[in-house]
């Protein structure tokens, strides 16, 4: 087992990673940039060394200098978290070749996985219904004119190196499309330096549903049930549970066969998520598989009781796979919800500042992951997401006034928080119900008016 670890991460999930090397007796490494001084993950870390300024471009992306504090730490391994550097297959790379392991898969399949292209080809090899769309990457926009008229309107322009919801553009028409074709292909080359996009049909009011899975480094790869993540802003999650309401045995079946079918086809290594949307006839299709952890992943942790973080590290240190399939069961319902620092009274806007006061809730059944404290500014360079609530409990409702419950006790003085909202959606009919989709926010918002309270108590 590894010695020592660097997480080349911040905020929560970095927090997340020195919790779990803790528990396994493992040191840890912090690397930081100048703004995150006074940052949890920096005070809870073994050890830890300042990699450069604010800018994450100078910081938590610089290769260069996170593997100079790997060599003057002598660590192991690194765990990139999410984000950042985690699916960036030149540092896995570099990681490989300066002997140091990278908790993840390798290099090779990041990269494949990374095009989001070249993973629908797979998919569609390894027999997994794929959105019908382009066969890779669109080179003009006549092309893309011409083949919508093929598959038909809606369609969806995505980037090829896609992620967190950019580089996508929905059109209903010629017109829309040679429009999306160009912003999209703007949008991806600033945040991603690759303009290639390719097309989707626009799945109307889809679900999305994710599976988890494991891969060791002996080729055996197993599944840890679904994620539904439909409640999404702008292509971002809000709201993730653990099973999903929408799915009966057999469609369990079926989707979870189709996830580990494409890791093994790959030869996965490592924690990964291979992401579906079902439509409303209750087909699914594949979109696209992350090489990562993933925000959500404490739901599927309380959903299904292993800790994934830990399966990485072992994965990554060599060790076989412990769990049996036919052990890895659903035993209780799990929710997550994402508090951001935004104000969802005013379009969203981030709000960093000071938090003043913070008091977390929990009780029976409710984990936070977080790494706020009373006193702590939240940088503005940074992702808004502070806190993941997650609750837990026998089923769905008990989950869900379980959440209601622990989102009343959480108090954040000084900083507007997306808490309003959440509460809200708790309470809401057709959530309580299971029946959504990823129109839910939009119809939501439309509809309801989110207090602008600074905080709750
Ligand atoms: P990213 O990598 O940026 O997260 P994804 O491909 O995972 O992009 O898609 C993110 C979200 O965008 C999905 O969960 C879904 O809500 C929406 N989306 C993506 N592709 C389609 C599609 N073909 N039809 C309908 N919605 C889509």
Redesign the pocket.
Known sequence: MFEKILIANRGEIAVRIIRACREMGIKTLAVYSEADATSMHVQLADEAICIGPAASSESYLKIDRIISAAEVGDVDAIHPGFGFLAENAHFAEVCENCNIKFIGPRSSVIKMMGD?AVARETARKAGIPI?PGSDGPISNEQDAVKLAKKIGYPV?V?AVG???????RIAHNDVSLVKGFHTARTEAERAFSNPAVYL????EL?R?IEIQILGDQKGRVLHLFERE??I?RR?QKLVEESPSPALDENMRKHITRAAVRIAEKVEYTNAGTV?F?LDAKGNFYF??MNTRIQVEHPVTEEAVGVDIVKEQIRIAAGEPLTLEQRDIRLMCHAIECRVNAEDPANDFRPCPGRIESYYCPGGHGVRVDSHCYAGYTIPPTYDSMIAKVIAFGHDRRAAIDRMSRALSEFSIQGVKTTIPLQRAIMQDPDFRRGRYS?GFIDHFLGTKQIEPVESEA
């Open positions: 989001k959105v969806i995505k896609g992620g967190g919801g950019r580089g996508m989707e049909k626009y799945i889809p999305h993540c439909s999404q292509h992401e949307l979109i696209e990823t």
